[in-house]
């Protein structure tokens, strides 16, 4: 701001202040930087994410290359051959793509309806709130893994989708009790009464100025939910509810199953996988709600 | 924190307890509804399935669904399953027969055992450590325990189960494999039973230990951080109370509160982990027999023991929510 009375006596005036030219962006991600998990974090999930779109590159086999069988992990077989003789490197490495699409796809179809519902619960609360909540407490309450194997039960296909989908739609009632509780706290907000006041539609209140608010909380629960459903998909894959045509970490796993533990390195391999992807989603996830925390000033 | 209960406050407590006790029967006639519908959509024939591999005849279809009522119209078929479910009559599995009720009788008790086991083992380390996490916020102490913490909830439970496994049964030799007792050995007293069936439970719980406990820490270290900062620990420490006091009876009270509650309702999540735990050491309870049954699609089995987890489930909410209201009397009775 331009000291305006110095200007008008002719003083030299101070210099400008700029009003900080940092988006969003740069801001939480100078955030970010400063915690050291976060950033690991944040490899590994761009790490897994390489291996996946990477992967026909990077494997040194071909995944269908069938060798000698079931060998421990040699210098040419760094994480050794499963019960077919194909290298596990490769099949880990292979696995990450799909594993990571049901994890990403899974979050999405969670984020729209649980979106949708916190939405209308939150927003137009009374009677509709009441019920939606009802039903929603009763689903966030039930045992998931039963949930999800009674539901997949149903389905005669045993697809990568059908997985999807089904998690996917049971993951909404944690996504939307958080959408709803924002929602009736930014629905009392003096700007939101301004654009109200305005004649602004509830679409355009919803979409313009709640929404954007929070997106935030949205990315963080998606994140931590992105390591959930891997999760939740190689359990269910290992106890034999999955798809053995689409080799995700799971499928691994579950062909590694039958011959522990004598070969130990089909299961490792694939697990620690699994788990290195989970740290890297929690750990981003945890420096994400950090770093979007408005109320903390980057340092 | 605490306050005397006025009379108008009791009544209120009363009416809300009789309120949510009455509610309960619409929710489990809701969720019986549900579960016999959702298991009615899945494809196949039932009498195919209860016929056996081989496609029976017309004709033997025909008894098959005459016996078991499968040609009555859907809703009359509910209305029977539910007046026999009322009478405890689960039915009959598919596949062996047996009444289901029993069946899942016998399976309980192994599930309860490793649960609460776990479960006392998890919340008294999580809530030691994760005070002292917080009582000694931003030392190195409280950063390694919440790193540690954080790769334990990472964990994939399953697999640590198996490498566990691996290390300590197979290449130790510490514990047995898996399973619920040695079987086919006759043992000099009790005591020495009772520290065989210890020996099986050792490996499956400490699995569930390590990812409850993860979680759990991180719940009470940041329920603890923020009752930490309210103002009544100002004024306890301005009264000049010892560091101990303020601690213990002010801050934790306050602070396990939302655990409590959470723990509460989370006997579903609990009985997810156990679920597949169960399944790899072959602990003969509750989440091993649904793995199984739904794996050889035993649909009555299935629809009974639904039944029977939705039922507890729905009493623990009721146990959590009664205790809740009598515990803090700041809630509002809704």
């Known amino acids: ?299 | 924190m605490h306050k005397k209960r006025s009379l108008v406050g009791l009544l209120t407590l009363r009416t809300y307890i009789i309120r949510r006790l009455i509610v309960v029967i619409p929710t489990l006639l809701l969720i019986s509804i549900a579960i016999f519908s959702i298991i009615h959509l899945a494809p196949g024939d039932p009498a195919q399935t209860i016929g056996g591999r081989h496609t029976p005849s017309r004709e033997v279809a025909e008894q098959i669904r005459k016996r078991y009522g499968l040609d009555q119209p859907i809703p009359v078929q509910y209305l029977i399953w539910l007046s026999k479910v009322l009478r405890g009559d689960l039915g009959y599995s598919f596949l062996s027969n047996a009444p289901v009720l029993d069946m899942i009788s016998v399976k309980i008790l192994p599930t309860v055992e490793l649960m609460l086991v776990a479960e006392v083992v998890s919340v008294v380390i999580a809530v030691v450590l994760g005070v002292i996490a917080a009582v000694k916020h931003y030392s190195i102490a409280d950063a390694t325990a919440s790193l540690v913490a954080l790769v334990g909830y990472s964990i994939p439970n399953f697999w640590i189960a198996l490498i566990s496994i691996l290390f300590f049964s197979a290449w130790l030799g510490w514990f047995p494999f898996t399973g619920y007792s040695s079987v086919g050995i006759v043992f000099p007293t009790p005591f020495h039973a009772f520290l065989d069936h210890l020996s099986y439970l050792v490996l499956p719980s400490s699995v569930l230990v390590l990812g409850w406990t993860a979680y759990l820490f991180r719940m009470v270290r940041s329920s603890m951080l923020e009752v930490m900062r309210q103002d009544y620990i100002l004024t306890a420490r301005a009264k000049g109370l010892r560091e101990r006091v303020v601690v213990y009876k002010h801050a934790l009270r306050n602070a396990l509160l939302p655990i409590i509650t959470y723990e509460a309702y989370s006997i579903g999540f609990l009985l997810s982990g156990a679920a597949v735990i169960e399944h790899i050491f072959a602990w003969p309870g509750l989440g091993r027999f649904m793995v199984i049954i739904a794996e050889r699609r035993d649909y009555p089995t299935l629809m009974g023991l639904s039944m029977i987890i939705a039922i507890m489930v729905l009493v623990a909410n009721l146990c959590a929510d009664i205790a809740y209201a009598i515990a803090d009397p700041r809630i509002s009775y809704d």
Do not use: C
């Open chain 1, 1 to 299: 701001m331009t000291n305006l009375s110095a200007a008008k006596s002719g003083e030299k005036a101070e210099e400008l202040v700029e009003p900080s030219k940092a988006t969003q962006l740069s801001i939480v991600w100078r955030k970010l930087r400063f915690s050291k998990l976060a950033v690991a974090g944040f490899g590994l999930v761009v790490f897994m994410f390489m291996l996946a779109l990477l992967a026909p590159v990077i494997a040194p086999y071909d995944p269908d290359w069938t060798g000698h069988r079931a060998r421990p992990p040699t210098m040419e077989h760094l994480f050794g051959t499963d019960a077919r003789g194909r290298d596990m490197l490769t099949l880990v490495v292979y696995g990450a793509q799909i594993s990571l699409y049901v994890g990403v796809a899974a979050v999405t179809l969670e984020i729209l309806i649980g979106l949708a519902i916190g939405m209308v619960s939150g927003y137009f609360g009374g009677l509709v709130d009441e019920v939606l909540m009802r039903i929603t407490d009763l689903v966030l309450t039930l045992p998931t893994l039963p949930l999800l194997i009674v539901a997949i039960v149903l389905f005669e296909t045993r697809s990568i989708h059908t997985i999807v989908l089904v998690m996917g739609i049971f993951g909404w009632p944690f996504m939307a009790r958080v959408v709803r509780s924002e929602f009736l706290t930014l629905r009392e907000t003096t700007f939101v009464e301004a654009a109200r006041s305005m004649g602004a539609t509830h679409w355009r209140i919803i979409t313009r100025h709640i929404l954007p608010n929070i997106l935030s909380t949205i990315i963080v629960i998606a994140t931590m939910d992105i390591a959930w459903f891997i999760f939740w998909e190689a359990t269910l894959t290992f106890l034999g509810f999955g798809d053995p045509n689409s080799p995700s970490w799971g499928v691994l796993l579950e062909r590694g199953y039958i011959n522990f533990p004598s070969a130990w390195w089909i299961i490792t391999f694939p697990g620690l996988a699994l788990f290195f992807a989970s740290l890297g989603f929690n750990l981003l996830g945890d420096g994400l709600r950090d770093a979007l925390d408005v109320t903390t000033r980057s340092r």
